[in-house]
């Protein structure tokens, strides 16, 4: 049991430093405040994703669909991009559900959620949900 038990810990923990490693890469913010003033300073809507760190759809999310380049550029172009892990980082009560990885889009103006999406979405359904 005891075994299984660091296991775990030691997978959550790479997983938080591959999480963080991505957001550092591709530009997205983690501090959901921070986000939303920048948001209204570059008149920006918000895309933010929620994940954990437990969720292999969070991790296919992340690497087959947020890393590809059209679909980086059409993020950048259109939204201040954010990730919350949920297991790490403070999440707005409105934005706690238990299904992960949960995507938003929200009004830069108003900071009400505009659109969201959950669970995983191949490449073609997130650039249809961001258009």
């Known amino acids: 049991m005891k075994t299984i038990y660091l296991l775990l810990i030691t997978i959550g923990l790479l997983h ?10 591709y530009g997205y913010e983690t501090n959901y ?15 933010l994703v929620t994940v954990s760190n437990y969720c292999p759809w969070c991790k ?3 690497n087959r669909v947020l890393k ?7 993020i950048h172009k259109n ?6 892990n949920k297991d790490i980082d403070t ?9 992960v990885p949960m ?6 103006q ?6 969201k999406k959950a669970g995983y979405q191949k490449k073609s359904d997130f650039l249809y949900f961001i258009k």
Request: glycine share 2%; proline share 2%.
């Open 16 to 25: 938080a430093q591959t999480y963080r490693e991505f957001t550092g890469e």
């Open 33 to 47: 405040e921070k986000a939303y003033k920048r948001a209204k300073k570059e008149k920006k809507n918000i895309l």
């Open 60 to 62: 296919k999310l992340e």
């Open 68 to 74: 590809d380049t059209k679909i980086q550029a059409q």
């Open 79 to 84: 939204f201040i991009p954010v990730i919350i």
């Open 91 to 99: 999440l707005d009560e409105r934005f706690i559900t238990n299904i």
């Open 103 to 108: 995507s938003y889009i929200i009004d830069y």
């Open 110 to 115: 108003t900071n009400e959620t505009v659109s």
